[in-house]
């Protein structure tokens, strides 16, 4: 928090980078201890990325960094796992505060995806370059003269004035449309006309724009498809699917995942990158941990059993081809890669969260869910291996953070056993995906059998009179089991 900024929001002074992970940590802390400075910090931190010229107003996305300290002028790349990382953490913010304007920008999020990132096979290209004709930013930027010629008087006028479109402009001599210091209720009363009127207008602004833009020349597309990144959007897009009910989003996600299992997993080993057919470079940490991240968020998407067992399978994978037996933590490489004189480990969380720091978040959950507390103990070696690292500098370490914040906050297993399909079960699974509860588990099928395949101590658990009946855990001590669906809500929900 010393280093945030109560003006603008984001971390640090220029340049600013989005860094998500930070964003997501804060917003666990805040869950842990209830403190609001935590929550503002996140929220003021969304809504000036929001606002400034990071993200492109015309066709959404957001680019790598800012060169100043308001989020205006960007660095115009951008790059596949910003936006994934921003998609999950603008999402958790809706499910915290219930903010519509959160889940709006991430249904414009996802259409920029599927629109400019995503290959004709489903799979998503790395980045979109920051230069077109030479120059940076010249795809993205406008003279107020094209604004009006475009839009036309009436519509040009309140679109410069909603994005502070000018004559002199803000980025060498053009503008980058913004709404930094925009008043909409100013606006609202200048212009005589409603929320819905003023929203429908700029909606109808942005799609003619858009439409000029498209015929420019374009950015330079980097189309290789790196399994972490891809892995990243899947793991977002599901988690936005299942939060806001978007079908077409666990859609992408399933169909980008089809592409890695079928291209980038050679003889049951996981590959970095693909391109135009051509497939190199045994996998790393982090395309294992970001793989497991995706499998688990589409088991809490679609409650498909089937996604849990492949993330087990992963989990095996991870483990036995790159831990430490000595120290603990995981090496970059595996070991079956060629023979290096020191295997690294990396556990500093850059512009991405690290192999080490996803590994732990996602296998604390996945061995929690399956029972698995033998892995549980093996996992807690990673705190003393990174002790130095991550007490030194605390702020470089946030998804690390998380890790070491499920261990220690209060957390459940809730089980429903239930028919497919069933009404009531349906209805529960719904509110608790909307809700933000990020160190409790849910785990659903129709018998306790039935999950006994993955977890075996819930062999046990039983429906009651054939109803939907829900079992509420912590650390597999179980209350009464419920079958009265506003009773379930209740004891789940209550602060």
Known sequence: MSSFDTLYGGFGSAPKFPAPHMLTFLMRYFEWTGQENALYAVTKTLNGMANGGIYDHIGSGFTRYST?????????????????????????????????????????????????????????????????????????????????????????????????????????????????????????????????TLHSKLQSARHILLTVRQQRPAPLIDDKVLTSWNALMISALAKAGSVFHEKEAIRMA?????????????????????????????????????????????????????????????????????????????????????????????????????????????????SRMIGRQDWIETLEKMFSAFYVDVSSYPSGHTAFLQGLLSQYAVKREIIILGKKGDPQKEQLLQALQKRFMPFDLILTAETGQELARLAPFAKDYKTINDSTTVYICENYSCRQPITNLDEAMEQLFQT
């Open 68 to 196: 100043d300290e308001k989020w205006l002028v960007p660095h115009f790349e951008k790059m596949l796992y910003d936006n994934a990382l921003l998609i999950d953490a603008y999402t958790e913010a809706y499910q915290i505060t219930q903010h519509t304007e959160y889940e709006k920008l991430v249904q414009d999020l996802i259409q920029f995806i599927k629109r400019d990132m995503m290959n004709r096979d489903g799979s998503f290209y790395s980045a979109i370059d920051a230069d077109s004709e030479g120059k940076e930013g010249q795809y993205y930027v406008w003279t107020k003269e094209e604004i009006m010629t475009h839009l036309g008087d009436d519509l040009g006028t309140l679109f410069c004035a909603v994005y502070h479109i000018t004559e002199e402009g803000n980025f060498e001599g053009q503008n980058i449309p913004h709404t930094i210091s925009t008043s909409f209720d100013d606006i609202k009363a200048a212009y005589s006309i409603d929320d819905k």
């Open 254 to 366: 399933k169909q980008a995942m089809s592409f890695l299992e079928t291209h980038l997993v050679q003889q049951e080993r996981l590959m970095v990158r693909y391109r135009e057919g051509d497939v190199k470079h045994l996998g790393f940490i982090e395309d294992y941990a970001h793989m497991l991240t995706a499998y688990m968020s589409l088991y809490e998407a679609t409650f498909d059993l089937d996604w849990l067992t492949k993330a087990r399978a992963v989990a095996e994978n991870m483990f036995e081809l790159f831990w430490d037996e000595q120290i603990g933590g995981f090496f970059f490489s595996g070991s079956d890669a060629e023979a290096l004189i020191v295997r690294e480990k990396e556990v500093y969380d850059g512009a991405m969260p690290s192999g080490n720091s996803t590994a732990l978040q996602q296998l604390l959950k996945l």
